[in-house]
């Protein structure tokens, strides 16, 4: 099993950039393909990126493609997802996930191992 600890949200204000991470335990990400989704009030849970364990593969949604960049750090069992020229519309919970054998990487059904999320919002 792995433990999923995200971290680095906040307030910035639009074109700004935060960087959050997504810190695991307990096995290494080297192992899952580690996505990052998003969830604002009232919405579905949105898939935005993932990076895969295998071969290090990234794949991005086209609304966040060109400004976020997800990252493993294998040294520190951490991903990270660089948001930068960050919208309005990216204010929402980010959540990081895990899985194993994942097909649809799009779909939250396919992970196991979920973080408690981090709040970003967007705001001038």
């Known amino acids: 099993q792995v433990q999923l600890v995200e971290s680095g949200g906040g307030l910035v204000q639009p074109g700004g950039s935060l960087r959050l991470s997504c810190a695991a335990s307990?096995?290494?990400?080297?192992?899952?393909?580690i996505a990052w989704f998003r969830q604002a009030p009232g919405k579905e849970r949105e898939w935005l990126s993932i990076?895969?364990?295998?071969?290090?593969?990234?794949y991005y949604t086209p609304s966040v493609k060109g400004r976020f960049t997800i990252s493993r750090d294998n040294a520190k069992n951490t991903v990270y997802l660089q948001m930068n020229s960050l919208k309005p519309e990216d204010t929402a919970v980010y959540y990081c996930?895990?899985?194993?054998?994942?097909?649809?990487?799009?779909?939250?059904?396919?992970?196991?191992?979920w973080g408690q999320g981090t709040q970003v919002a967007v705001s001038s």
């Open positions: 307990g096995s290494s990400l080297e192992y899952y393909t």
């Open positions: 996930a895990a899985g194993g054998g994942v097909v649809l990487w799009y779909s939250p059904n396919d992970y196991g191992y």
């Open positions: 990076i895969r364990g295998n071969d290090g593969s990234t």
